[in-house]
């Protein structure tokens, strides 16, 4: 009978276990299915935000006209041959070194947005200003609404552009507002900045136009 005793706390221990790791996994926030690793990312539309999905979640919503999510692609492209001068990027009222540009389809506009310590930040974007970069730079017309964005460092040393799914671009606003500190932002939040976009050089590869003329 002891054994038993021992037996029994030892199941429910396991099971507490058991429904811990359960309730701790990551699960689709549209039917609650489990997610692994590398799972599928919707886009809210209208809240702005990205939806952790499962493979059947995001063919159903992400294919129904109208929808109400969007499937965020994986892809990262560089665009080493991107033209924008320094009275270009003046024109686009940008007040920082890194900012984010997508096709919003509810306000029917490109939208421009940086990031800061209070998180993404909108910036005025004229219509002749993104007109001027899209006749510059055809790419830009491959470029999905509201999941994909064109995303812009300028460093001292050299300037950075990538077409990147939009929960990359919140990725880094995150990891800026998180590791800020004091005015100037403090040297984390530069390693991280540098250390995101290492790893953006290390995942992205050339866009098709620009890999045709290499």
């Not at 070194?97 to 974007?125: C, K, W």
């Not at 219509?127 to 790419?139: G, P």
């Not at 300028?154 to 800020?180: F, N, S, T």
């Not at 004091?182 to 050089?201: K, Q, T, Y």
Request: charged letters at 25%; glycine letters at 6%; a neutral charge.
């Amino acid at each position: 009978m002891p054994s038993l005793n021992r037996d029994t706390r030892s199941l429910g221990i396991l099971q507490r276990f058991v429904k811990r790791k359960s309730d701790s996994e990551e699960r689709c926030e549209l039917c609650s299915a489990p997610l692994r690793g590398g799972h599928q990312h919707l886009w809210e539309i209208a809240k702005r935000q990205a939806v952790c999905s499962c493979d059947a979640c995001a063919i159903l919503f992400s294919d129904q006209s109208g929808p109400r999510f969007r499937r965020i692609p994986r892809d990262i492209r560089s665009l080493a041959a991107f033209a924008l001068s320094d009275e270009q990027w003046a024109s686009l009222n940008i007040p920082v070194d890194v900012a984010f540009f997508y096709r919003d389809t509810n306000a029917g506009r490109t939208i421009a947005m940086y990031p800061s310590p209070a998180g993404a930040t909108e910036s005025a974007l004229t219509f002749d200003s993104w007109t001027e970069l899209e006749n510059d730079n055809t790419v830009l017309a491959t470029m999905q609404p509201d999941v994909e964005a064109l995303l812009v460092r300028r460093g001292r040393a050299a300037h950075k552009h990538y077409l990147v799914p939009i929960d990359e671009c919140y990725r880094l606003v995150g990891l800026i507002r998180m590791h800020w500190r004091g005015l100037s932002g403090g040297s984390e939040v530069w390693i991280e900045i540098n250390r995101f976009f290492d790893d953006l050089d290390q995942r992205a590869r050339p866009a098709r136009e620009e890999a045709a003329h290499a």
